[in-house]
């Protein structure tokens, strides 16, 4: 399938806040006007879906009232880029529901993570358009600096032109995964230094595909999930599991074969992890699980569900250099300049 790239995003572009699952709008209003203005501040109007605000038990809206809203944004032609409010458990109750001809017509970047990995996956598997894992307005530009700074300055960096390749992704010197109440939080969260971590040698190029793992199994088997084919590239990321949870995770990968496909892994950090006792890391399980396959790792990836949060194009292609340990981004992304 050919690929849909959506335009580069320029100062001044509206940018369209949705809710496809959890309703962050309305239970951290606080949390969310302060992302609001930090993203106006930037150069850009913010313009907010019919479901701001609003409410329905453990969701935004009814299944409809979601769908309703994504669409009517696609359909705006002043809207260049929808990005979540957040995520939640249910955004791929709307695949069956996206106006596709329409986001074809006028492709724009659309863009969150976590649950909102089914729509990003779903919609790059039916129309070949590269969506975005990154920033969720309300859990991530609600953020305090310096934190929000750097996520919008990755943000910005992959959004708003076509970089020249190879394009080398850059680590934070530090990064936080600590727990503030989001209404109530009042100083910058507190910084650890950190690094990604290569294990394995030699250099590796392929598409890279995924997202958060647990919300991928609510696509698995349906036409909404792409395929994980030889020589990709399989980026994974979650939150808040236990090690318990993890190995399920990890051993269905396994038993699904996409193990025996893959050209690597990209291991996202994982928010506030329960070693329930063990000792073990995510990448221990996942090592344990592979069982002697000598596939090669990157570790405690900085885009997942801990800020600093980096901005991944889903689709493209990867180059992992292990030996001088470096990540670039070597295919397109964006519609080139005309």
Not at 59 to 83: K, M, Q, T, Y
Not at 110 to 135: E, M
């Amino acid at each position: 399938m050919p690929q849909i790239y959506a335009r580069p995003l320029a100062v001044g572009d509206t940018i369209a806040v949705f809710s496809p699952s959890s309703a962050a709008t309305a239970f951290a209003p606080l949390r969310y006007q302060r992302a609001k203005a930090f993203i106006e501040s930037k150069g850009f109007y913010l313009q907010e879906g019919s479901l701001t605000g609003k409410k329905d038990f453990w969701r935004s809206g009814s299944i409809r009232e979601r769908a309703d809203e994504f669409n009517a944004l696609l359909h705006d032609p002043n809207v260049r880029c929808i990005i979540s409010a957040i995520g939640g458990l249910n955004s791929n109750s709307l695949l069956p529901y996206i106006d596709y001809a329409q986001l074809m017509k006028d492709p724009k970047i659309i863009i969150g993570y976590s649950d909102v990995t089914a729509l990003l996956a779903g919609i790059y598997q039916r129309i070949g358009l590269i969506t975005f894992y990154g920033p969720a307005v309300v859990a991530s530009f609600g953020e305090l600096p310096p934190l929000v700074d750097s996520t919008f300055d990755y943000f910005l960096s992959i959004l708003s032109r076509q970089q020249a390749l190879p394009y080398a992704l850059s680590p934070p010197a530090a990064w936080t995964d600590e727990m503030l109440d989001w209404e109530t939080q009042s100083r910058a969260k507190t910084l650890r230094p950190g690094r990604w971590r290569f294990e394995g040698t030699g250099n590796v190029e392929g598409r890279v595909i995924g997202g958060n793992l647990n919300t991928l199994y609510g696509i698995w088997g349906s036409e909404y999930m792409p395929d994980i084919n030889r020589g990709d590239i399989l980026f994974i990321e979650d939150s808040l599991h236990n090690a318990a949870e993890l190995e399920r995770e990890f051993s269905h990968l396994l038993l699904c074969g996409v193990f025996d496909r893959i050209a690597a892994i990209v291991l996202g950090r994982h928010e506030l992890f329960d070693d329930q006792g063990s000792g073990k890391t995510p990448l221990q399980i996942l090592r344990e699980v592979l069982n002697d396959r000598e596939i090669p790792v990157v570790s405690d990836f900085d885009c997942c569900h801990t800020h600093p949060m980096l901005t991944l194009p889903l689709g493209v292609r990867m180059r992992i250099d292990f030996d001088f340990q470096t990540i670039s981004l070597t295919s397109q992304w964006l519609e080139a300049d005309q």
